[in-house]
Nanobody, 122 residues
Framework: QVQLVESGGGLVQPGGSLRLSCAAS????????VGWFRQAPGKEREGLSC????????YYADSVKGRFTISRDNAKNTVYLQMNNLKPEDTAVYYC???????????????WGQGTQVTVSS
């Protein structure tokens, strides 16, 4: 069974940082674009960022631009989301998803991770 697993979430104070990881099992991420989404209770899932298979960050949501950075290490079969200057409104479950192709084409999702909780609170 193919699997995508997020890790690195947790409780952090406002202004703090976390780095989320998205690791693939039983398949390779090297030829796939990968995105990060989040969903807070009662809210729609929000697309945050996406990175092409070649490692080019092609999208950041306005809500996270300048604070979050997406990157990838294909040798480790992992995509990362570095989150800095976290705010309480960043509290959500964070998900990664592979796209069906090498570029970030809206709606062309393939494999979703199970999500990791990020809580920003003092």
């Amino acid at each position: 069974q193919v699997q995508l697993v997020e890790s690195g979430g947790g409780l952090v104070q406002p202004g703090g940082s976390l780095r989320l990881s998205c690791a693939a099992s039983r398949f390779t991420l090297a030829y796939r674009a990968v995105g990060w989404f989040r969903q807070a209770p009662g809210k729609e899932r929000e697309g945050l960022s996406c990175i092409s298979s070649s490692g080019v960050p092609t999208y950041y949501a306005d809500s996270v631009k300048g604070r979050f950075t997406i990157s990838r290490d294909n040798a480790k079969n992992t995509v990362y989301l570095q989150m800095n200057n976290l705010k309480p409104e960043d509290t959500a479950v964070y998900y990664c998803v592979t796209y069906r192709g090498t570029t970030c084409q809206k709606g062309q999702y393939d494999v979703w991770g199970q999500g990791t909780q990020v809580t920003v609170s003092s």
